[in-house]
């Protein structure tokens, strides 16, 4: 008789639960995972490599390609890495700006991250009220910038530009007659800062749909909870980070113990978990949307009663204002050097951490004192929470590492670089 | 017209017209409940996408034909269209049976499904035994299709599908012996009739005569039961979009696919309408003075179909071993015991069923 063997399945990388290009064997005895091994790589770009061929600003659209649901973080760290290299501190108003995109982001991030989870456990219709939320944050992301999904706002030394004062507005066409035109225009009709007030007063609301559709439900409990359990000793050994970490029980936030940007003049709370397992993360990633939402709008509080410059006057970082351009010698100068040599930055070495929506995004990059970096490395969250895959997966039900997949929150872009 | 085809039957088949005749007069009714079930079906893909949309706050489909309405026939065309495709591992055989297996036994149940009074195909006196006996052989059709297409994925899901599907059919069963102990028939032309009788009937509040409400946990149960026989939201695990992608049919395509979902569908229609007819009182009016008709029962099943769709809209899918844990922990012991609280509850001066 042939001996019995474990069943072997290959989960990704085409999966629809797999977010992204992940590869996973699966060693399976009946439905419970043996074993859980995660390839990875099948979306490596060599951004690290690519960069050090670009010169210092070039870099950052780059940033936005790594984690490309949280994308304004990423570019937040490689900024302040760059500007610890040089010495710079940036206006207050680009710190307030740079903390509501954060958060802004982070709700992008963690609306994202609910929908596909429920989505994956089955719950079809989360995604589609978290996407309709994510509409709204995404007009704010093309308001300042004009890109949806890759902004590339953050600069070295502050933010591409002020706030505007409109938004787009929606237009005629044959699927929108008067009417529907003057509903979906309601909230556009001041600035990005009203639009955005807007926002975070409608927001409470649909979180509290979330709430009755998901916390409760006996289903989605019988889903998360005690599934992927990770002791706070474990959460630390294995390097977690962000939800992951405070799901564990371990009260660590970058921008209440390192803070940076505006974090240490606004108010928030820190959710963390108790028992550490898929459903308290659950939670902290649902608690940290409302605190975003909070911060959201102490920012804008602060936004519309302190106008400011929003980009280091330094023309020898910055590029100067492009009205002067035309009228001023030096600027013109200046204008050139920025935009054909770029900037140098001072020899050295510099590690800078924010605190992304998934954990903690850490730049670490070496200057030589050229106009490009000569080493640039990218600490990614998720890399560390997919390597404790196995450790999370390992007796548990195949149903269930789709569960763990989603309360993982990762992204490829990262990852793999 | 029926002395007409008469006299010209016998003319041209003489003495074996009679029994020819019965075949064709079959074959017709067969084609008259046959075609009107497929376009349900086809229509049925579209209100749920319609359902779904709405309850998603988006629109559905909208752009073939009017208000979408073409859908399901654009539809049906693109996977009439497609090549079926069989891997090379696959035991070819058992691969293009098995979805014929799951799509037959679906349609032969609506043989004894009656619709009025009067409107059926064959009124045998075991009809529920025969809906129970026909409807579970469907599961053949799944679990060979998982077999047969040689994918880990498949096998997984027929698995799950196997497992899931006898122990539902147990509480669904179950489920159906208080029904008839209270009905004392396994006709289902008997089982409306005597819903029609009652305390509140005679009132002229039929609705509360049904059996819904003397029988209220095992509706509850029977309903569950039908939506995790269909393999629907929340209990499809069977297709498991995000665990197994999509479980016993992944490598099916063109209209072997699409056969897998008219079989589903029907079910859905089918446990929808015997829901109606067994707890809900069938074509009864629920109050008097309306007109008994055909049209509350389709109604009452639509009602039950709009169930379907909401739960697929909200629930969360239940992991296997809890599917299993709700038949065998919850279902059956629920239904055992109300068998006996049925059972003594007849035996008492109180018995409303006599």
Known sequence: ?417 | MEEMIAQFGNQWFGAAWPSLWLVIWTLIKIIAIVAPLLLSVAYLTYAERKVLGYMHSRLGPNRVGPWGLVQPIADGLKLLLKEIICPSWANRRLYFIAPTLAFAPALAVWAVVPFSDALVLANIDASLLYVLAIGSMSVYGVVLAGWASNSKYAFLGSMRAAAQIVSYEIAMGFALVAVLMVSGSLNLTEIVHMQQKGWFAERGLSFLSWNWLPLLPLFVVYFISGVAETNRAPFDVAEGESEIVAGFHIDYSGMAFAIFFLAEYTEMILVAVLTSLIFLGGWDAPFAGLPDSAWWLIGKACLMLFFFLWFRASFPRYRYDHIMRLGWKVFIPLTVVWIFVVGIWMLTPWNIWK
């Open chain 1, 1 to 417: 008789m042939p001996e019995a063997r474990n069943f072997t399945l290959n989960f990704g990388p085409q999966h629809p639960a797999a977010h992204g290009v992940l590869r996973l064997i699966l060693e399976l005895e009946g439905e419970v995972v043996k074993l859980a091994d995660p390839h990875i790589g099948l979306l490596h770009r060599g951004t690290e490599k690519l960069v050090e061929t670009r010169a210092w600003a070039q870099a950052l659209p780059y940033m936005d390609r790594l984690d490309y649901v949280a994308m304004m973080c990423n570019e937040h760290a490689y900024c302040l890495a760059v500007e610890k290299l040089l010495g710079i501190e940036v206006p207050l108003r680009a710190k307030y700006i740079r903390t509501m995109f954060d958060e802004v982001t982070r709700l992008l991030s963690h609306l994202l991250s609910l929908g596909t989870h429920a989505l994956d456990l089955g719950a079809m219709g989360i995604m589609l009220y978290t996407f309709r939320e994510r509409e709204d944050l995404m007009d704010v992301y093309e308001a300042v910038t004009g890109a949806r999904m890759h902004p590339a706002y953050y600069r070295i030394g502050g933010v591409y530009r002020d706030l505007p004062d409109q938004m787009s507005q929606y237009q005629k066409s044959p699927w929108k007659n008067a009417a529907t035109l003057k509903k979906v225009n309601k909230n556009r009709q001041g600035s990005l800062l009203d639009y955005l007030e807007d926002f975070t007063e409608r927001f409470p609301k649909c979180h509290a749909d979330y709430h009755t559709l998901l916390t409760d439900n006996r289903i989605w409990k019988q889903r998360l909870v005690n599934i992927g359990v990770v002791s706070p000793e474990r959460a630390l050994q294995l390097g977690f980070t962000g939800a992951m970490l405070r799901g564990s029980g371990i009260e660590w936030d970058l921008r209440k113990k390192q803070p940076y940007a505006a974090y240490d003049r606004v108010d928030f709370d820190v959710p963390v978990g108790v028992n550490g397992d898929s459903y308290d993360r659950y939670l902290v990633r649902m608690e940290e949307m409302l605190q975003a939402n909070r911060i959201i709008r102490q920012c804008i509080d602060w936004l519309r009663k302190n106008p400011g410059p929003v980009i280091s006057d330094d023309y020898k970082l910055a590029p100067p204002p492009h009205e002067t351009i035309h009228s001023n010698m030096e600027a013109l100068i200046h204008h050139f050097k920025f935009f054909s040599e770029g900037i140098f930055v001072p020899e050295g070495e510099a590690y800078a951490v924010v605190e992304h929506p998934k954990g903690e995004f850490g730049i670490y990059a070496i200057s030589d004192g050229a106009n490009k970096p000569y080493r640039l490395k990218i600490r990614p969250p998720g890399f560390t929470h997919l390597a404790a895959m196995d450790e999370m997966a390992r007796g548990h039900m195949l149903a269930d590492v789709v569960t763990i997949i989603g309360s993982q929150d990762y992204v490829f872009g990262d990852i793999d670089r």
